[in-house]
């Protein structure tokens, strides 16, 4: 059942009854522009008319059966062609105006904003562009004012003088270095206890040994004392001064075993202390090629470039992909230089939030595996404004308020969809 006409042109306020061969029926319009009366027909036009496009005109009839569909082809009073261009910086477009109902197709042109240049349908882009801006030209009839048409120019700025762009290359190409220093600050394993434990366990030994010595040595003096004391009055040869001879060199020998043991523990402890300074100065200190520097200054270096590193891969892979899209900004160029500054201060920030362990006690320098803080120091200027938002949530948490109030932190906007950090 098909409707008639089955397509129809139309322009501002213009009318087009419709109607269906099997008689009644119940009519709608998809997109809703203009209107139609639901049970006679009639489509009427949008007022305006800026841009092209099809209405879908659909008649369901009264006494059922399957629905019948025509086509509105809604076309400007005016139509500018072409409809949409990218210009950069300088460069002009030639617009021509196309006018129902006049022949002579006159118009007056309007750009809004009022960027760059119109005349007689010619417009030039301004020569110098900072930011990606939209114009839209619009050309009124002369005859009739209310008839209007429209096009759209993206402004797309161009690209910075090349030796900004190199130099921009150069600095990032060189921020790579900073590995080298990564290398030559990063800290040797830990030395291997095995002496050290081997001088402790021989000294308390020696220690254990020396004091039974020395109990054996006295208990030997007292017996000798009391076998002296009863031979005193006894004739020479009998058994008590034989016994008291006998005695006085056990007494003696256990004397000079009490004496060996003891210079046997003092030696084992001096080795024992040696083995302990020497362990203690390897832990606390890291050789560098200037010099040694306490393991906590030299984790705190590790972080510091390692921050560098993870944001030098952030901003080194921004600049790939918008110099070979060629949309790299000049007004770019301060966020590419400081932001590896910024992520080290940022991994530093954190490490000190993680490593002190919000108000408590931290660890010594050497129970730090240097390989985690150091790939969590790359990650944290790698991903910075998520990293950011962490220390956010966490500051909140500590110092959270019973009124929270929503406060709008105007020296932090919202990033730009096209600015380099995405």
Same mark, same amino acid.
């Given at each position: 059942?098909?409707?008639?006409?089955?397509?129809?042109?139309?322009?501002?306020?213009?009318?087009?009854?419709?109607? @269906?061969?099997?008689?009644?029926?119940?009519?709608? /319009?998809?997109?809703?522009?203009?209107?139609?009366?639901?049970?006679?027909?009639?489509?009427?036009?949008?007022?305006?008319?800026?841009?092209?496009?099809?209405?879908?005109?659909?008649?369901?009839?009264?006494?059922?059966?399957?629905?019948?569909?025509?086509?509105?082809?809604?076309?400007?009073?005016?139509?500018?062609?072409?409809?949409?261009?990218?210009?950069?910086?300088?460069?002009?477009?030639?617009?021509?105006?196309?006018? /129902?109902?006049?022949?002579?197709?006159?118009?007056?042109? $309007?750009?809004?904003?009022?960027?760059?240049?119109?005349?007689?349908?010619?417009?030039?882009?301004?020569?110098?562009?900072?930011?990606?801006?939209? $114009?839209?030209?619009?050309?009124?009839?002369?005859?009739?004012?209310?008839?209007?048409?429209?096009?759209?120019?993206?402004?797309?700025?161009?690209?910075?003088?090349?030796?900004?762009?190199?130099?921009?290359?150069?600095?990032?190409?060189?921020?790579?270095?900073?590995?080298?220093?990564?290398?030559?600050?990063?800290?040797?394993?830990?030395?291997?206890?095995?002496?050290?434990?081997?001088?402790?366990?021989?000294?308390?030994?020696? #220690?254990?040994?020396?004091?039974?010595?020395?109990?054996?040595?006295?208990?030997?003096?007292?017996?000798?004392?009391?076998?002296?004391?009863?031979?005193?009055?006894?004739?020479?040869?009998?058994? @008590?001064?034989?016994?008291?001879?006998?005695?006085?060199?056990?007494?003696?020998?256990?004397?000079?075993?009490?004496?060996?043991?003891?210079?046997?523990?003092?030696?084992?402890?001096? $080795?024992?202390?040696?083995?302990?300074?020497?362990?203690?100065?390897?832990?606390?200190?890291?050789?560098?090629?200037?010099?040694?520097?306490?393991?906590?200054?030299?984790?705190?270096?590790?972080?510091?470039?390692?921050?560098?590193?993870?944001?030098?891969?952030?901003?080194?892979?921004?600049?790939?992909?918008?110099?070979?899209?060629?949309?790299?900004?000049?007004?770019?160029?301060?966020?590419?230089?400081?932001?590896?500054?910024?992520?080290?201060?940022?991994?530093? /920030?954190?490490?000190?939030? $993680?490593?002190?362990?919000?108000?408590?006690?931290?660890?010594?320098?050497?129970?730090?595996?240097?390989?985690? /803080?150091?790939?969590?120091?790359?990650?944290?200027?790698?991903?910075?404004?998520?990293?950011?938002?962490?220390?956010?949530?966490?500051?909140?948490?500590?110092?959270?308020?019973?009124? #929270?109030?929503?406060?709008?932190?105007?020296?932090?906007?919202?990033?730009?969809?096209?600015?380099?950090?995405?």
């Amino acid at each position: 059942m098909p409707i008639t006409p089955p397509t129809a042109a139309l322009t501002d306020l213009e009318t087009q009854q419709f109607s @269906l061969s099997t008689g009644a029926a119940s009519w709608s /319009i998809n997109p809703s522009h203009g209107t139609i009366d639901v049970n006679s027909g009639l489509y009427i036009a949008p007022g305006l008319v800026t841009t092209a496009e099809d209405v879908v005109v659909t008649a369901t009839p009264a006494g059922g059966g399957p629905t019948s569909i025509a086509v509105v082809r809604l076309q400007p009073s005016v139509t500018v062609i072409p409809a949409s261009v990218s210009l950069k910086a300088g460069e002009s477009q030639q617009f021509e105006a196309t006018v /129902i109902g006049d022949p002579t197709n006159a118009v007056t042109w $309007v750009t809004s904003p009022g960027l760059g240049l119109m005349q007689a349908g010619s417009y030039t882009a301004p020569p110098n562009l900072k930011d990606p801006a939209t $114009v839209t030209i619009t050309a009124r009839s002369a005859a009739d004012q209310s008839k209007i048409g429209s096009a759209s120019v993206h402004l797309v700025p161009g690209q910075p003088f090349w030796a900004w762009v190199l130099t921009v290359g150069v600095y990032l190409t060189g921020l790579f270095l900073l590995a080298l220093p990564l290398i030559l600050y990063w800290p040797p394993a830990l030395p291997d206890r095995t002496a050290f434990d081997q001088s402790t366990a021989a000294s308390t030994a020696a #220690e254990s040994l020396a004091k039974t010595r020395e109990l054996q040595a006295e208990k030997a003096q007292e017996t000798a004392q009391k076998s002296a004391a009863a031979a005193k009055n006894a004739p020479e040869g009998s058994a @008590l001064k034989t016994q008291a001879a006998t005695d006085a060199a056990a007494s003696d020998q256990a004397a000079k075993a009490s004496a060996d043991a003891q210079k046997d523990r003092l030696d084992k402890l001096a $080795v024992q202390k040696e083995q302990a300074d020497k362990f203690a100065k390897q832990e606390d200190s890291v050789q560098t090629p200037f010099g040694k520097v306490p393991r906590d200054i030299d984790l705190m270096l590790l972080v510091l470039l390692a921050g560098a590193l993870g944001a030098w891969i952030h901003v080194g892979r921004s600049y790939v992909e918008f110099v070979g899209n060629r949309t790299f900004r000049a007004s770019w160029i301060p966020w590419y230089l400081l932001h590896p500054l910024l992520g080290s201060g940022l991994a530093l /920030i954190f490490y000190f939030s $993680v490593r002190g362990g919000f108000f408590m006690a931290g660890t010594k320098g050497t129970d730090v595996n240097p390989y985690g /803080i150091t790939g969590v120091s790359a990650l944290v200027g790698l991903f910075s404004k998520q990293a950011t938002n962490k220390l956010s949530e966490l500051f909140d948490t500590l110092f959270k308020t019973e009124q #929270e109030k929503d406060l709008k932190d105007t020296l932090n906007p919202p990033a730009r969809a096209s600015g380099p950090s995405t």
